[in-house]
């Protein structure tokens, strides 16, 4: 079956620009995770949704980044204004309540 | 001091090896611990999952938690070269966001033919 899918693969952007990243869970799947993995680093967590509410917003690291879900599915991690150290593998994943995560192939961003 | 500490390697061993894999936590209150294994530019693919203390086993994977050292381990026999890939252990308690897992670096796995 379809996993979690991610969109861009791949994103260049200049300093200061803003970006979208997309993530499509798992159909059904009701909570749905943002994670960021930067060179020689672990997961580092950054928002948690529960259908289309976040009630754990605590890993974002500035008002820079926010992010939304619709439909209980898709969702949206923005980050305004880029920063070099924006620069890491951004990774969905998505569960049922008491299971497992399974993630998706993540979106590499390069901030130049 | 990060709450899950794994060290990076790089590890590198020959084809038909064991190596062993660990991490050490600080909150006594995780109870689920998983390994991931990630290939190069692939996200996280989950490995292994146990709940509280005591080993599984799957095939040439071992997993062992021990909590009252806070202490996790992953054993892999007969190494095979399509080993080669990061792994991940990470763990989460009931008490915290549901499911939100705490990460380990990560370490990275070279098996040689």
């Known amino acids: 079956g379809a996993g979690v899918s991610q969109s861009p693969s791949n994103k260049v952007t200049e300093k200061g620009k803003d970006v979208e990243l997309r993530c499509d869970p798992i159909s059904g799947h009701t909570a749905l995770y943002w994670y960021r993995q930067s060179l020689g680093q672990g997961l580092e967590f950054l928002i948690y949704?529960?259908?289309?509410?976040?009630?754990?917003k605590s890993g974002l690291p500035s008002d820079r980044f926010s992010a939304e879900r619709t439909g209980g599915s898709v969702s949206t991690l923005t980050i305004q204004r880029t920063q070099q150290e924006d620069s890491a593998v951004y990774l969905c994943a998505s569960n049922s309540q008491g299971e497992t995560q399974y993630f998706g192939p993540g979106t590499r961003l390069l901030v130049l | 001091q990060k709450e899950v500490e794994q060290d990076p390697g790089p590890l590198s061993v020959p084809e038909g090896a064991i190596v062993s894999l660990n991490c050490t936590y600080s909150n006594s209150a995780f109870q689920y611990f998983m390994w991931y294994r990630q290939y190069s530019r692939k996200g996280p693919e989950l490995l292994m999952y146990t709940y509280s203390s005591g080993n599984k086993e799957d095939g040439r994977f071992t997993a062992q938690v021990d909590k009252s050292s806070k202490y996790i381990s992953l054993f892999i026999r007969d190494s095979q070269p399509s080993d080669s890939a990061t792994y991940l252990c990470a763990m989460y308690s009931r008490g915290s966001t549901l499911g939100r897992l705490y990460f380990g670096r990560g370490t990275q796995l070279t098996v040689w033919p």
């Open positions: 949704f529960q259908g289309n509410s976040a009630p754990d």
